[in-house]
């Protein structure tokens, strides 16, 4: 069996075309609680497009510029529209207890995808190239130092910060989060937890009436 054959194979397994793009979705998706993670990814997508912008144009835009200021600020507050969205998509799953059904892989590469996502953003602030980055490079030296990565991870050293912010950290938090949407789309939207306190009531009364 070729390579191309194998990959069609598991596609086909794992990810049907009527799971990848589905025309009709539960009911109860229409919830609030179920627009918490299209919010991140709309916030992700704008990061992305915005720190491209910032990185091709380099520190002297975005700090001289008024375009480039305004480009900064998109940059900027859509990383806080990002984790404010990621924290109650997280908070909304966890008190729905969606690794259930076996789902414990999706809510896995979801923790993953959060942590490293405040590593990035840590990088971010130490990769504005102003006094508040200074601030924050020399206080979370010690932090690093602290945790034992201070030999491998020096937040002081720019380029290696910069690299690591531009390159590394994003590349790996949109690989996390395309496999996290293809494990969600091959599973299905996550179940509300069933109320059961009406219904164990009524099943009690009818117990007592029989």
């Given at each position: ?53 910032l990185a091709v ?46 789902r414990w892989k ?105």
């Amino acid at each position: 069996m070729n390579l191309t054959r194998r990959a069609r194979h598991v596609l086909e397994e794992n990810l049907p075309l009527e799971d990848a793009l589905p025309t009709e979705m539960p009911v109860y998706v229409n919830s609030v609680s179920y627009l918490f993670g299209a919010a991140a990814l709309s916030s992700l997508a704008m990061i992305v497009l915005t720190g491209i912008t910032l990185a091709v144009f380099g520190p002297g835009w975005y700090h001289v510029s008024k375009i480039g200021h305004f480009v900064n600020s998109l940059h900027f507050w859509s990383v806080q529209a990002f984790f404010g969205a990621i924290i109650l998509h997280f908070l909304t799953k966890f008190f729905m207890a969606a690794w259930r059904d076996g789902r414990w892989k999706t809510w896995m590469v979801g923790v993953l995808i959060f942590g490293l996502s405040v590593f990035t953003g840590l990088t971010g602030f130490l990769s504005q190239t102003n006094w508040d980055s200074q601030w924050v490079a020399v206080q979370s030296k010690d932090a690093m130092n602290a945790l034992g990565i201070g030999a491998f991870f020096n937040t002081m050293d720019t380029g290696q910060v910069l690299t690591l912010h531009v390159v590394v950290l994003p590349s790996l938090v949109v690989l996390l989060v395309a496999l996290h949407l293809v494990l969600v789309r091959r599973e299905g939207p996550v179940k509300p937890l069933e109320s059961t306190g009406d219904n164990s009531v009524v099943q009690a009364e009818d117990r007592r009436e029989r």
